[in-house]
């Protein structure tokens, strides 16, 4: 066995034990990008928890870096940061968490990116999709992220039913009014930050 496929098995045993489910169970959703900073996420985080009513709390294990549990109080998923992009850990097939929660995380994720770190090019970027197959091996995909929300499902038992895809439009809707909140809420927070940093200056100019 080749050392991705043993490291990938042992996220997936982390994760579905954090999930309730078996390793085959659990997929890997990466948004590949460079990300400057862990203070990214912890914006991201708070964003979320803040507007979206997220509840966030670490998990152990080995899931090959910083992972936190991620839940709307009916479905959960995992999100792993890395320096090389945003990962989520979800239950393939879990119709109810992929048409909520899943495609809330990853469109916040881009419009908080694109506000926040000037990237304009996501639509141009893949993601890359990976699960434990029934042999027990890697198995990977690639697919482009503007054709992320299309209806048709790209692969079965990984992304969306097509069951789910009559749903998706309109909940795609209330999406994007929860992302222009999270938008609001990080401005807001980084303006208090910064009237805080110019206060700070000013006391330690009066001193000096």
Known sequence: MDYRTEAFKKKFNDAGRH?????????SLKLRENVSSNAEYRKFFRAL????????????GDLQGKAYLLSDGSSRVIIVEHETGLEILYIAGSIASL???LPLIVQSWRAFRGHHAGR???????????????NGHLAEEHIHERTMFDIRPFTANTF????AAKTIE????????????IS?????????????????????????
């Open 19 to 27: 999930l309730g489910v078996t390793p085959k169970d659990i997929v």
């Open 49 to 60: 928890e803040h507007e979206a009513g997220f509840q966030c709390s670490p998990v152990d």
């Open 99 to 101: 048409i909520g929660i």
């Open 120 to 134: 304009r090019d996501f639509d141009d970027r893949d993601v890359e999709i990976r699960r434990i197959d029934e």
């Open 160 to 163: 969306f039913a097509t069951s």
């Open 170 to 181: 309109s909940e795609l809707q209330q999406l994007k009014e929860q992302i222009k909140s």
């Open 184 to 208: 609001r809420r990080v401005d807001a927070l980084e303006g208090q930050n910064q009237a805080k940093a110019k206060r700070r200056k000013s006391m330690m100019s009066k001193r000096g």
